[in-house]
Structure formats: structure tokens, C-alpha cells
């Protein structure tokens, strides 16, 4: 009897610590938003260390983005953004992503032209889609997180783009993207 209350209060005392941990990471983005992020942050780790990038990837020193629709906005807006910047890059990195839903599936489309600012010629351009499984599973977290979060209203929204990425969007622009566009001007 003993050890099944030990094992039941240590099991309560991790899952506290976790959760108590891993709060701010959980709560401030959706759960398709973290889920796209670790998908795509993966795979440009795999792409840099397979060598599949030009060289002249290392010296981007903006990117613009383009969201092609509301569903894509959010995940950027809500998503770090895996391509670092080099302030004495000379190229400019455009980036349009979109979705694609299925019913069992969610997939990430994703288009890449790096341009030289100089000449503004596309140099080189490639696309990639990241097929998410078993949607059904995400709007299970996604319900569970809201009522979650509902207990935790201090949690904010969470945002990572880039200062010098801009965001088009015709609907649901994050205020703070538009502020720093604006104060980049």
C-alpha cells in the first residue's frame, strides 16, 4: 500500500514539475503552431547538415513572408522562423507558406526565393511540404490546452518573427508585427 502512494504522489509531484516547467512553452503557442515549428525546424537542420542549401544561405540578411492564408499567418506569427540572419548578408530570403488540409492530415507548403538586393534577381529558389499525421490528435491537445489555459490567465500570446520579417496578410495580422513594421520604416 505504501509504495502505491509513493508512486501515485511521485507521479504527481513530476507531472507538476513538468507542467510548472514547460508552462510558458505550452501555453503560449497552439499546438499546430509548436507542432509546424519542431517540423520544420528539423528539417532544415536536416537540409543543412546534408548540404542541400547554397552557400550563399548564410548570407541572408532579411526575409519577407507571405502568408497565403489565415491558417499560415498564424502558424507564423506564432512559430520561430529557422532561417538565421547575417546583418552583412546581401541577399533577401522570400518566404510563402500555406496549407493543405485533409481530413486525417494537415500539410505545410513552403516556398523559398533567395534574391540578391543589389540586382534583385531570384538566384535560387526551392519549395518543401511538411505533411502533419493525425489531425484528430491536434485538436484533442488544442481543446485540452483551452480549458488548460482557462486556469492560467496570465499566459500571452507569443510571437517570433523576425524584426525585419514582414508579414503579408490580409486578415488577422498580429498587432505587434504590424508595430515593429511600422517603426522599422
Same mark, same amino acid.
Given at each position: 500500500m505504501r509504495s502505491i502512494l509513493a508512486i501515485l504522489l511521485l507521479s504527481i509531484g513530476t507531472f507538476s514539475?513538468?507542467?510548472?516547467?514547460?508552462?510558458?512553452?505550452?501555453?503560449? +503557442?497552439? =499546438?499546430?503552431s509548436l507542432v509546424v515549428e519542431?517540423?520544420?525546424? %528539423?528539417?532544415?537542420?536536416? /537540409?543543412?547538415?546534408? @548540404?542541400?542549401?547554397?552557400?550563399?544561405? +548564410?548570407? =541572408?540578411?532579411?526575409?519577407?513572408?507571405?502568408?497565403?492564408?489565415? %491558417?499560415?499567418?498564424?502558424? /507564423?506569427?506564432?512559430? @520561430?522562423?529557422?532561417v538565421h540572419l547575417n546583418p552583412k548578408g546581401i541577399y533577401q530570403l522570400e518566404l510563402t507558406v500555406d496549407h493543405n488540409e485533409e481530413p486525417d492530415s494537415i500539410a505545410v507548403i513552403t516556398s523559398y526565393n533567395l534574391i540578391d538586393?543589389?540586382?534583385?534577381n531570384t538566384l535560387w529558389e526551392f519549395g518543401r511540404t511538411y505533411n502533419i499525421p493525425n489531425k484528430k490528435w491536434l485538436n484533442r491537445a488544442e481543446k485540452w490546452l483551452a480549458v488548460a489555459r482557462s486556469f492560467f490567465p496570465e499566459s500571452r500570446e507569443y510571437s517570433s518573427v523576425a524584426p525585419d520579417a514582414k508579414i503579408e496578410d490580409t486578415e488577422n495580422i498580429n498587432p505587434e508585427v504590424v508595430d515593429a513594421e511600422k517603426k522599422a520604416d
Open positions: 514539475a513538468s507542467f510548472l516547467l514547460l508552462k510558458n512553452d505550452l501555453f503560449d +503557442k497552439d =499546438i499546430e519542431k517540423v520544420w525546424q %528539423k528539417d532544415m537542420d536536416l /537540409l543543412i547538415e546534408k @548540404k542541400q542549401l547554397p552557400a550563399s544561405w +548564410k548570407m =541572408i540578411r532579411e526575409i519577407r513572408v507571405t502568408a497565403l492564408s489565415p %491558417k499560415a499567418a498564424r502558424w /507564423l506569427r506564432n512559430s @520561430k522562423i529557422p538586393l543589389k540586382s534583385k
